[in-house]
């Protein structure tokens, strides 16, 4: 599928860059987003290099990276404090980005991811009980079962990251920021 194909150099040449740079920005440095990046980055790489599961890269590095556009929105606040202007055109877009990044992090990264690994892994069951995937792909069936485990690892790192979102919601209502 050319379209997962060209996505999947996109997501590569992005997750690349962005281990790169998470790796010098001590706060985006920790052992889970490097560990991430490089996941990402890898299963990228493989699916371009064996031709694996392109079609599942439309999701996976796609339609999951949705949340991001408003979490770069959401980082700004880092620098430039929207609490200072709660009332403010700025603050309010700000507020606005928080709770969008949150519903669609809580869409595409949580119930989404879950919902597409189920698919992705009937289809590995299918091909690899069947010897489809020996068939098409000699000596490179371990290839999907590292997919699997990433899809697992990536996915238990979504809920991860939900869960402090959930915190950072609840220490917002009750007030604590």
Not at 19 to 36: G, K, M
Not at 116 to 125: E, G, N, P, R, T
Not at 136 to 157: C, E, K, N
Not at 169 to 176: A, F, K, M, R
Request: aromatic share 22%; net charge negative; proline share 2%.
């Amino acid at each position: 599928l050319k379209e997962g194909e060209d996505l999947n150099v996109a997501i590569f040449c992005f997750q690349f860059w962005d281990l790169v740079v998470s790796s010098l920005i001590p706060e985006h440095s920790s052992f889970v987003f490097l560990a991430h990046h490089a996941m990402a980055t890898l299963t990228s790489y493989l699916s371009l290099e064996f031709q694996y599961v392109h079609h599942y890269a439309i999701f996976f590095g796609g339609l999951s990276e949705f949340s991001s556009i408003f979490l770069v929105f959401c980082d700004l606040e880092v620098f430039f404090p929207a609490h200072m202007q709660e009332d403010s055109f700025y603050g309010k877009f700000i507020f606005g980005c928080q709770v969008i990044f949150a519903i669609t992090f809580f869409m595409y990264r949580v119930v989404g991811w879950w919902y597409v690994s189920v698919q992705l892994w009937k289809d590995a069951y299918y091909v690899l009980s069947k010897g489809i995937a020996q068939k098409l792909r000699p000596g490179r069936s371990y290839v999907l079962y590292m997919f699997l485990a990433a899809d697992v690892i990536l996915g238990t790192l979504q809920v991860f990251w939900f869960y402090q979102i959930l915190l950072k919601v609840q220490e917002v209502l009750s007030g604590d920021e």
